[in-house]
């Protein structure tokens, strides 16, 4: 079996200290860039790789990072995944990913996070908290998502309701006059006894911010336009089928998407059917993905501001790894309306 490499036979191919290898490796300490590009360099020429256990044990840490997020089907995930990393990488630390499902919920990856060696995990919510004991955790934990920790957890959200509304009220203003909701509920339109009592969703508050903008203006939503869907492209691509085809419901100027995979679905079944975007029918998503930018019409959507979100979310939980006891915080991220092609 080939020795390990170590920190030392590092030290000696680059003729620097040990401490100056460490700060390298922790992206820590001051030294002129090309003395830290030769410790880079050497790094992955002998194949060196952290000792997590050892370090565990010689520091009480492991500089890791656990982020437990839903599926990959739709590009939000891998989004939050890499501003996540980069934010960690910024401050020293690596970060190991669970996954869980939308059926079995975070609590089936739970058990999981309990054997994996992370310092401290970030929790993403893909569903409204009901189990309160998922907030009481062995280690430090930050929630990231829309649903609200009610002051037993750091909190990183964004904000739902005025950026739909932001977004809807352009439409509104430039005169579209029949905006369909896509990934909507009407939902929060109920007047029943149990509205209150309900746990808000994002599909929810989103759809609020839709219904304010029309509010504002004097003007009733029409909810055979609103339409649920799984926020996934091909969702988008189902749900602008069916509106389409209802013969009950007006023919939309506009799209408002809750995500921007259904609004890349939508698209793509608009211009399958020959509907121009925008000259026929102007659409809009939410949280400008990458994959925005770079389809045919290119996507207006709501940049939530990702970068600051997993920033914060980063931040809050190595500040409880490192001691902190602070009263719980909650962090809601600002937002733009980027506009692109797929809108006048």
């Known amino acids: 079996m080939a020795k390990r490499v170590t920190i030392t036979d590092v030290a000696r191919e680059t003729g620097v200290s040990i401490k100056t290898v460490s700060n390298v490796l922790n992206n820590t300490g001051s030294m002129r860039p090309e003395t830290r590009q030769r410790v880079q360099d050497a790094i992955e020429r002998l194949g060196y790789r952290v000792n997590v256990s050892a370090r565990a044990m010689k520091t009480g840490g492991t500089k890791l990072i656990g982020l437990a997020i839903t599926d990959f089907c739709q590009p939000f995930m891998p989004y939050l995944a890499d501003s996540i990393v ?125 219904m304010l903008a029309h509010e504002e203006r004097g003007l009733q939503v029409d909810w055979r336009l609103v339409r649920n869907a799984d926020w996934v492209q091909s969702g988008g691509r189902d749900a602008v089928a069916g509106l389409l085809d209802d013969p009950d419901a007006p023919r939309p100027d506009a799209v408002m998407c809750l995500n921007d995979a259904l609004a890349i679905g939508v698209i793509h079944e608009l211009q399958r059917r020959g509907v121009r975007v925008p000259q026929d029918m102007q659409v809009i998503g939410f949280d400008n993905v990458p994959d925005a930018e770079y389809c045919m019409p290119g996507l207006t959507t709501i940049d939530p501001h990702v970068d600051d979100y997993a920033r914060h979310a980063v931040d809050m939980l190595i500040a409880r790894i490192e001691g902190s006891a ?19």
């Open 86 to 210: 980069a934010a960690a990488r910024s401050r020293g630390y690596a970060v190991i990913t669970d996954t869980y499902n939308s059926a079995g919920g975070l609590a089936q990856a739970i058990p999981e996070t309990k054997k994996l060696a992370a310092d401290g995990w970030i929790f993403f919510m893909g569903s409204p908290i009901t189990d309160r004991t998922i907030l009481h955790q062995p280690y430090p934990l930050v929630i990231v998502g829309d649903y609200d920790t009610q002051g037993l957890a750091d909190w990183v959200t964004m904000p739902n309701v005025e950026a739909v509304r932001t977004a809807v009220g352009a439409l509104l203003d430039s005169g579209c006059r029949r905006i369909a909701l896509i990934g909507g509920t009407a939902e929060n339109a109920c007047p029943d006894a149990d509205r209150e009592s309900r746990p808000e969703t994002t599909s929810t508050m989103r759809t609020r911010g839709y």
């Open 326 to 344: 602070d009263p719980f915080r909650t962090y809601v991220t600002s937002y733009d309306l980027v506009r692109r092609a797929s809108t006048c």
